[in-house]
Every structure is written in structure tokens, then in C-alpha cells.
């Protein structure tokens, strides 16, 4: 058995996301507009004596201090490196990464071939077209994605309540793309028709003890599209984080690899799904688990393409 081998199984036991805990997890952006709600524990301040809160709040005010000074520290670093490391300089163009760590931090922009820009170019135009109930195109491909989810069914109205068995949260599937845009429908589309037993087997939660109040799959899926972007750093106009840059590495072997990574992350968000045990209120939490574990495989030495990513090999065609 090979190390390469060896190491991918032991990562598929890192499916609740315990193992690194201590990776740096500060650039996570939330959801524009969380699919679910969060719960907070309000009652763990009970029995504290007024000595205990006293104490608290000093700590408090010493570790804000001290990360507002880290912060500081971070951006004079940030400013020495793009200074020394610049593109312009001799240094910079043997050492374009020197200095900098941590998947979640802005690295110098990387060098992107003809081909990367151009693949680079049509995915940021395919993210920037929103949904439009109205445009006949975007009609079809929610019949589509239908069709693919129930084959032999009889298609629906595009208003219709037998939209919520997908995991739309009302009769009307278009007032819930908020903030993913045309993509995300694109995203599960391909999902269907690329992997279609793994797509099938998360629409109907075949897999695993389920909970009593499970996650809405479509819903999901958007949300899943819409944290791939923020974590690949595709807004601007070149990705800066370690993240953004492997992708594009992988851009440059398959034009479709953000399809495909979204395939990957679907599949590993119910893996951590299932291993937290989670309810409705926790899937938040449970895409951020995802998203660390997402960023750690794609750090890996050995990865480069999608196919080379431990968790590709939980999706079955």
C-alpha cells in the first residue's frame, strides 16, 4: 500500500473535522443571508458569581487588545512582503508565496497562464449572472433539474408546493437563490447528470441515521455554491488566498473543476452531517466544518485535480 494511499484513508476518518481544530478559520465570511438560524447558549452564564464576570470581561479585554495587536502585526507583514516580495523584484519572482501561510490569508497574486485567465474569465462571468424567474432559459433548467430528480414524474408548475419534496423552502424554487445566482441551479444540474447515484442518494437522504429535522437539500446545494466563492476568493479579479490559487491550478487541467469541487463539498458536507449527528439549526456550523476540511485536502502536496482529492472518493456515479 502506498503513503499516498495510506494518508487519503486516514483523511476520510477526519470527516467531522475535529483532528484540525487549530487551523485558522478567521477569514470564513457567513452567508449573506444564513439558510438556517444559529442557536446560542444562553445558559451557560448561570450560577456565575459577579467576581466570575468581573474576571471575564478583563480577559475579554486583554484578548481583544492582543488580537487587535496581532491584526496589526499581520498587516505590517502583509505590507513588508509585498514591498520586498513584489513582482518587480528579483526575490518576488523566485519566491511569489514567500513569507505568507495559512489558508486563509491574501497571498501575492499568482502567475496565470493564457488558458487559466480565460477559464479564470468565463467562470467569474458564469457567477456573475443572477437567477431570473422571468428568462425562459433559467425556466428550463429548473425543468430540467426536476426531471433529472424525479425521472417519469410528471413536471410540475414552476409555482407549485411539490417543489418543497426537492428541499425549496416554498412553492416558488426562484425566491430562494439569494445570493447564488444561475450558478448554483448550473451546479446541481451537473451534479445530477455527472454523479447521478450520489446525487440521488442525498436527495433522498438514503445514507446513514438521518435526523428528525433534516437540511433541505436545493437549499443546500445554493448555499454550498455560494460558500465555494467566498473560500476560492473568485469576487476579485485574480484569487489571493491558498485556497483560490490551488483552484486555479486545477482550473488549468479541467474547465470544469468548480462544477466538480462542488460535486465534492455536497458530498462532504453530508459526511459531516452525518458524523455530527446534525439538526436543522446546525447546518451552519456543519459548512463551516466543510469548508476547513475543504481547504486542508486542498492544501495537500499530491492534489492536482479534482479527482485527487481524498473526499472525491466518497461520490459514486
Same mark, same amino acid.
Given at each position: #500500500?502506498?503513503? @499516498?494511499?495510506? @494518508? ?22 457567513? $452567508? ?82 493564457? $488558458? ?41 408548475? %414552476? ?74 476568493? %473568485? ?25 466538480? $469541487? ?5 458530498? #462532504? ?21 466543510? @469548508? ?26
Amino acid at each position: #500500500m502506498s503513503a @499516498r494511499t495510506l @494518508r487519503r484513508r486516514l483523511h476520510h476518518g477526519d470527516v467531522d473535522g475535529k483532528r484540525e481544530e487549530h487551523f485558522d478559520t478567521s477569514g470564513y465570511d457567513g $452567508l449573506s443571508e444564513p439558510l438556517l438560524g444559529t442557536h446560542e447558549h444562553d445558559d451557560m452564564a448561570a450560577g456565575l458569581t459577579f467576581e466570575d464576570i468581573w474576571n471575564a470581561e478583563h480577559r475579554r479585554e486583554r484578548l481583544q487588545w492582543m488580537l487587535i495587536l496581532s491584526q496589526l502585526v499581520v498587516q505590517w507583514a502583509q505590507w513588508l512582503a509585498n514591498v520586498v516580495l513584489g513582482s518587480g523584484s528579483l526575490i518576488g519572482r523566485f519566491l511569489p508565496f514567500a513569507g505568507q501561510s495559512g489558508s486563509s490569508r491574501n497571498l501575492l497574486h499568482p502567475y496565470l497562464s493564457p $488558458l487559466q485567465e480565460e477559464r479564470l474569465r468565463n467562470l467569474q462571468q458564469r457567477l456573475g449572472v443572477c437567477f431570473d424567474g422571468s428568462r425562459v432559459e433559467h425556466q428550463d433548467a429548473l425543468k430540467q433539474l426536476w426531471r433529472l430528480a424525479y425521472p417519469g414524474r410528471e413536471l410540475p408548475a %414552476l409555482k407549485s408546493e411539490l417543489w418543497k419534496e426537492m428541499g425549496w423552502q416554498g412553492s416558488d424554487p426562484s425566491t430562494d437563490f439569494r445570493g447564488g445566482g444561475f450558478v448554483s441551479l448550473e451546479n446541481l444540474i451537473f451534479f445530477a447528470k455527472k454523479y447521478p447515484d450520489s446525487f440521488q442518494r442525498l436527495l433522498h437522504k438514503k445514507d446513514g441515521t438521518r435526523a428528525e429535522w433534516e437540511y433541505p437539500f436545493a437549499v443546500a446545494g445554493i448555499n454550498i455554491s455560494f460558500m465555494l466563492v467566498q473560500m476560492l476568493d %473568485l469576487q476579485t479579479g485574480k484569487p489571493s488566498t491558498l485556497a483560490g490559487i490551488k483552484f486555479v491550478e486545477l482550473l488549468a487541467e479541467d474547465e470544469m473543476a468548480f462544477d466538480n $469541487l462542488y460535486c465534492v463539498a455536497f458530498q #462532504m458536507m453530508d459526511a459531516q452531517w452525518l458524523a455530527k449527528r446534525a439538526s436543522y439549526m446546525e447546518f451552519n456550523d456543519v459548512l463551516k466544518s466543510t @469548508r476547513m476540511q475543504l481547504e486542508r485536502e486542498l492544501a495537500l502536496e499530491d492534489v492536482y485535480s479534482v479527482k485527487d482529492l481524498p473526499a472525491y472518493n466518497l461520490l459514486t456515479v
